[in-house]
């Protein structure tokens, strides 16, 4: 079974009250999709422990206050407290997204890249990040291609089932 990718999207800060509440900051994830959460990843001692959340809200642009299942006081929220939050890399982004805006390119390394005329490529290997001229590398037959990302290239992408359609430039395959 492949171990699942998880990203960082934020970290506990401090107890909020008295109840086992928790300040949450979001760091490069919105809070407003942190509310259609049912879980994070705390990293305790670069371990994934999974917690469900109890409830949720946005206290400012970049906090919330999250109630964690069994956490009930604040001893036990303050042991929870400057640790980073993880999620399932899949779940970063809304799965009906069809783009690669707001993915951070390690989030995507592992996709299934499908050509509109080739079929299956192969697995997306790397993307080397040249500037201004980023590439997918997957292994099609052996042979190492490397894909130009841009929008006459990424068709569409589907998060969920994690795979990118693409729409390869003529005569790439030659080369």
């Known amino acids: 079974m492949a171990k699942t990718k998880l990203v960082f999207i934020g970290k506990s800060i401090k107890?909020?009250?008295v109840k086992g509440d928790l300040l949450i900051e979001?760091?490069?994830?919105?809070?407003?999709?942190?509310l259609e959460l049912e879980s994070v990843f705390v990293d305790v001692g670069g371990e994934p422990v999974p917690f469900?959340?109890?409830?949720?809200?946005?206290?400012?642009?970049t906090t919330l206050?999250?109630?964690?299942?069994?956490?009930?006081?604040?001893?036990?929220a303050r042991s929870l407290c400057g640790f980073k939050l993880l999620i399932p890399a899949r779940e970063r982004v809304?799965?009906?997204?069809?783009s690669l805006e707001d993915v951070s390119f390690s989030e995507i390394r592992g996709y299934t890249l499908v050509d509109k005329k080739y079929g299956e490529?192969?697995?997306?290997?790397?993307v080397i990040e040249y500037p201004n001229n980023p590439l997918f590398q997957v292994f099609y037959k052996g042979k190492e291609i490397l894909i130009p990302i841009n929008e006459e290239t990424v068709l569409k992408v589907n998060h969920r089932k994690?795979?990118?359609?693409?729409?390869?430039?003529e005569g790439l395959m030659d080369l």
């Open 94 to 98: 809304s799965p009906e997204s069809e």
């Open 121 to 126: 490529l192969g697995e997306l290997s790397r």
């Open 15 to 17: 107890p909020h009250g």
């Open 52 to 61: 469900f959340i109890d409830s949720a809200f946005v206290h400012s642009s």
């Open 65 to 76: 206050i999250v109630k964690f299942e069994d956490v009930d006081t604040e001893k036990k």
């Open 162 to 169: 994690e795979i990118i359609y693409v729409s390869l430039p």
């Open 26 to 34: 979001a760091q490069g994830f919105d809070v407003e999709n942190f």
